[in-house]
């Protein structure tokens, strides 16, 4: 029988080198896996299910979302004049921190403790993506690996949906699942922590197709800012809500899953928006992310279908992280204009949004007991946000 022969050295240097550019975009994208997909919208699949077990009224979890979203835009100013050095040693503070979070909503306590944790989580989110962000296109200095980089949050939705439908079909209560959730962030975690171990020194991106035409056409900093803050009180209602108004229409379908679709649609968009940038430009490829999204958030309140809950899910989950793919890369192109750092300015933006949007959710649903209302205020920011990108 004839020997394998081994791989010569050579190849196996060449598979690094090929390799090479893209074990920090993952790394990053495995950043926003915990601290966005587990860390910030494993509540929204939970929400339901502790409702359910009696840990949580609508109104505490609504409250819960909202200080989620306060520390999401706490955690934005605290690093708005973050040094580029310190990036990787925060992604680090918001991987163990996010899966520490996660770990302990087991614990039996009062909602105001959960509500506590949720605004350290929220903190964390903002820290791992704005530091996930600096780290690859400051430090490694590869911005053309925002695609995988913000898919991150797609894949990291998708896994804690179905982590959870999982424990929910095997007949888990809410604490033995946030277990199991912090569990697989903590995995997900230690993939992810020797790549910013390493020094390491920007080096300029090589692949630069389509950045003329997007830098020509895109919009100012305070633009992209009031935009980019009407979209997160725009996409924030389905985000928030969406297994929660779903579950009396599917039948013996678990609503967790239309939540992991929400996910599904998101981790391959990013790679659709960013190409759609480069031949567009900012301004018409984020208005058209921003019409998709309100046509998607729309949907339930038109019709109460689970075929219209599953479109609204993959449109929106098809579009919010394009908007971040769209957003991120425009801002660091104008970010010399201005002396504050844009992305965590822009961050903050988007934070105010999504503490708003529960807020008025609760608001609109006390008068009107449905969600429509909310819904179509959700569109209509989305619309206006379309607006501000031609300002």
């Not at 029988?1 to 080198?17: G, I, K, N, Y």
Request: charged share 5%; net charge positive; hydrophobic share 60%.
């Amino acid at each position: 029988m004839a020997r394998m022969q081994p791989v010569p050295a050579s190849a196996d240097t060449a598979l690094r080198h090929a390799m090479a550019p893209w074990m920090p975009s993952l790394a990053a994208a495995l950043v926003l896996a915990v601290g966005m997909g587990f860390g910030r919208f494993a509540f929204t699949g939970m929400y339901p299910l502790m409702v359910r077990d009696g840990l949580l009224s609508v109104s505490a979890g609504s409250l819960a979302a909202s200080a989620n979203y306060a520390g999401y835009l706490a955690g934005a100013l605290a690093v708005t004049r973050m040094p580029e050095r310190a990036a990787p040693q925060l992604c680090r503070i918001a991987l163990l921190g996010t899966a520490v979070c996660l770990l302990v909503l087991a614990l039996p306590a009062s909602p105001w403790f959960f509500i506590a944790v949720r605004f350290l989580a929220g903190v964390l989110s903002a820290i791992a993506l704005i530091s996930a962000s600096v780290w690859l296109f400051h430090v490694v200095g590869h911005p053309h690996g925002a695609p995988l980089l913000f898919s991150g949050v797609g894949v990291g939705i998708l896994l804690s949906a179905e982590l959870i439908a999982a424990g929910n079909l095997a007949g888990w209560h809410s604490p033995l699942l946030w277990i199991a959730i912090g569990g697989g962030a903590a995995v997900l975690a230690l993939l992810a922590w020797p790549q910013f171990g390493s020094h390491r020194t920007a080096v300029p991106d090589a692949a630069r197709a389509g950045d003329a035409l997007a830098h020509a056409s895109g919009p100012g900093p305070w633009p992209l800012v009031v935009s980019y803050g009407l979209a997160g009180f725009g996409y924030i209602v389905t985000a928030t809500y969406l297994p929660l108004f779903v579950r009396d229409a599917l039948g013996h379908i678990d609503p967790i899953h239309i939540w992991a679709a929400f996910g599904l649609g998101a981790a391959p968009s990013c790679f659709l928006w960013h190409a759609l940038h480069g031949r567009l430009g900012t301004r018409r490829a984020l208005a058209l992310n921003l019409l998709v999204q309100a046509a998607g958030v729309i949907l339930p309140a038109l019709s109460h279908s689970p075929v219209a809950y599953l479109a609204s899910a993959l449109l929106v989950g098809g579009t919010f992280v394009g908007t971040v793919t769209i957003a991120m890369p425009a801002a660091k192109r104008v970010a010399h204009r201005v002396k504050f750092n844009l992305l965590a300015i822009m961050t903050a933006a988007y934070g105010v949004g999504q503490i708003a949007g529960p807020l008025v959710s609760d608001a609109l649903m006390a008068h009107s007991h449905s969600f429509s209302g909310p819904l179509a205020a959700a569109a209509v920011a989305l619309l206006a946000s379309t607006a501000a990108c031609f300002l």
